[in-house]
């Protein structure tokens, strides 16, 4: 694979809107007077004119905070087979007493043990928490209540370091939904937080190791002592943690069903994790083998089907590198190779899960069966294959289409910081360099970790620095995501100014910035911060040496005001205000709204997009008044126009139909719908 890079954009074609189409359109399409096409940015590749609204940044959306429901087979051994552990009972009483408790102890079991407590609270349903959500953004979203719920905190250089504050929200969170929630967690906690704490210490390996077999469906209990032969008994050591201990049952079951022989499970045992992944390497192995091994590794615990497909996917990619010329990959036979072949080939299993849309469904999530050794697969597949390095970089980078680019920028952290590399930003600058959405999502995702990890930040924070004021449009395109990440959300004035810098540089990065800034307004903490900096952005400028710089700056301000306006998605006005227990019309930026929506309506380059978005809403609304588009309608609104429920006729309305003729019933409609919503949200018992 060639790393030479792909040349820079060229200017597309320019395109007017007629003054009549107001009414002919149903979403909104941000057309700019100076700069009306983004130069080819489109799903994949960034190449030819299209129009802005077809990039959305939809790899840096905030994900589900549910991730998946415990297997009933982990909460059958939870029940009936977990050895209790020293700290268990305080952990134990921490939750009952906060329902919040932040779990120590590494290499004790604690995500058993996490379920175990769960289930002795009472807990109705017990799910696991998304991992790439970020502890203070658990409070978000209602989840069931009288549920239990994990999330596994051990991420220090990525997750957001827990503070007091954000515990005390999470905690009275989930006092008020009756929910209980353990975080698993490796970080130094705070001053303020030992009130939250328990730390758990491992249990007798001998008795862990019995139970995992005494929770195998296919093992007699009577049989158990015959089966942890001395032979094995040997490798339980006092300090042995329970995965370790579980292991040691997995091979010997597996001698007792014949599928291993006995010297070779025991020399398992004595091994490493990264030693077996090399003997793995040295026999021979087809290709899909090889794809299996890396998606696993990359993908651990998500659903089977799509790190299958993401393995075949792999495949023919590293077909195509072998042969160029073939331009088809050999088709496999149905029947050459069942899923439990290529599963016990890999040391790998699956799991069920209940789905959370039925009780009769289930989910399919896949896993190494030794636990370390999703990180020495692919630690050893990087190592050894030099030629397959940037096979596998253009592979993750078409990943995000499965919501993959978080897992993908987590290996490839890890196996740049953990082994040696002449340049360890090779393959980053690579993908910032490239005409390729998905390319330069991930290399913003990466860079993010990277300037998270404080062995790291000092060395990539000029890099990206350097890359906001330069002029290679991909690689400006790619700074403007790291702060559509949690790296940037989590330090929204450093994130606005670089941001402001771009902007000025080029109106052509308008997605990109608009993708980073309503991502920054996901957080109601920033929302004044970026408000107030839209509202500089789109000042009208003058005759000013800056003028084509003040231009550019402008003309992306407008467009993110509209997005945060919610006039190019209705989600993001709602989702930058501070959640309350009583919603009611006062948005705490009144001014700030305000100035912002005359801008985009009064302004030549927004105002026809602004207005098609508005009736858009309106009809939708209409249809659905109960809704949460609606409510942020009225709120809207109701900011802009406070006075607007006191009148048959609105000056702000009447202006429309002026500027708009021939769209004068579509605005009636949409002033008949805005006030009825008033009424509906502002006056809620008086509507009942």
């Excluded at 190779?337 to 040391?347: Q, T, Y």
């Amino acid at each position: 694979m060639s790393n030479v890079e792909t040349p820079e954009r060229t200017a597309g074609p320019d395109t007017t809107s007629s003054k009549n189409d107001v009414g002919k359109h149903d979403s909104a399409s941000t057309v700019n007077n100076e700069t009306k096409t983004n130069n080819g940015v489109n799903v994949g590749h960034v190449s030819g004119s299209v129009n802005y609204n077809n990039y959305t940044g939809s790899a840096f959306s905030k994900p589900e905070l549910h991730d998946f429901r415990v297997s009933d087979h982990d909460l059958e051994r939870a029940k009936n087979h977990f050895v209790p552990c020293p700290g268990f009972d305080d952990a134990l009483a921490t939750l009952k007493k906060s329902n919040l408790v932040l779990l120590r102890g590494k290499g004790t079991g604690r995500s058993l043990a996490a379920i175990r407590i769960l289930v002795d609270c009472g807990a109705r349903t017990i799910s696991q928490l998304n991992v790439r959500r970020s502890f203070d953004s658990i409070t978000d979203e209602q989840l069931d209540s009288d549920g239990g719920f994990i999330w596994q905190g051990t991420e220090s250089q990525w997750q957001q370091k827990i503070a007091s504050r954000t515990a005390e929200r999470v905690a009275t969170w989930a006092q008020r939904n009756q929910c209980y929630m353990v975080v698993i967690i490796d970080e130094v906690l705070e001053v303020g937080l030992q009130k939250f704490e328990s730390t758990l210490g491992r249990p007798d390996s001998t008795e862990v190791a019995r139970e995992f077999l005494r929770s195998h469906p296919d093992c007699p209990t009577d049989l158990v002592d015959t089966i942890l032969t001395e032979d094995f008994r040997a490798h339980l050591r006092e300090d042995s943690a329970p995965n370790e201990a579980e292991f040691v049952a997995i091979r010997a079951w597996d001698v007792h069903e014949g599928e291993r022989e006995l010297e070779p499970a025991l020399a398992d045992l004595s091994r490493e994790g990264q030693y077996l992944v090399a003997d793995w390497f040295h026999e021979d192995r087809s290709t899909i083998e090889y794809a299996m091994l890396v998606a696993i590794s990359v993908f651990t615990n998500r659903d089977y089907g799509d790190v299958m497909s993401a393995a075949e996917e792999l495949e023919e990619m590293i077909a195509k590198a072998d042969n160029p010329e073939d331009k088809r990959l050999r088709q496999r036979k149905i029947f050459d190779f069942s899923k439990s072949v290529i599963l016990s080939s890999l040391n790998a299993t699956t799991t069920w899960h209940p789905h959370a849309k039925g009780a009769s469904l289930f989910r399919e999530t896949v896993h190494f069966r030794r636990s370390d050794w999703a990180k020495w697969a692919f630690r050893r597949a990087w190592l050894e294959y030099d030629l397959f390095r940037p096979v596998i970089v253009d592979w993750m980078a078409r990943q995000a289409k499965n919501g993959f680019q978080w897992y993908c920028a987590k290996a490839l952290h890890d196996v740049i910081t953990g082994l040696p590399h002449t340049d360890p930003l090779e393959h980053i600058k690579t993908l910032a360099s490239k005409q390729s959405l998905t390319s330069n999502e991930l290399a913003a995702e990466l860079l993010a970790r990277f300037a998270d990890d404080p062995g790291t930040k000092d060395f990539v924070e000029p890099l990206v620095r350097t890359w906001c004021t330069g002029s290679r449009f991909h690689r400006k395109w790619t700074a403007a995501l790291v702060y559509a990440t949690e790296h940037g959300v989590r330090d929204p004035e450093r994130a606005m100014t670089r941001l402001e810098t771009i902007a000025r540089s080029d109106a052509q990065l308008v997605p990109a910035v608009k993708v980073a800034v309503t991502s920054l307004l996901s957080r109601p903490a920033n929302r004044e911060l970026i408000l107030r900096a839209l509202v500089k952005w789109t000042r009208p400028h003058g005759h000013r040496r800056d003028a084509e710089q003040l231009a550019n700056l402008r003309s992306v301000g407008l467009d993110c005001a509209q997005a945060a306006l919610g006039l190019t998605d209705p989600k993001h006005y709602l989702q930058s205000l501070p959640k309350q227990e009583n919603p009611i019309l006062i948005d705490p930026h009144p001014w700030l709204v305000a100035r912002l929506f005359r801008r985009v309506f009064l302004d030549q380059q927004t105002r026809k997009s602004s207005l098609r978005a508005l009736l858009s809403l309106c009809e939708q609304c209409e249809k659905n008044p109960r809704s949460e588009r609606a409510r942020g309608l009225a709120q809207l609104v109701a900011t802009v126009a406070p006075d607007l429920h006191r009148h048959d006729h609105h000056p702000l309305f009447d202006d429309w139909k002026t500027e708009y003729p021939g769209n004068s019933g579509r605005v009636d409609r949409a002033f008949s719908t805005v006030q009825l919503l008033h009424q509906r949200y502002a006056f809620p018992r008086n509507s009942a």
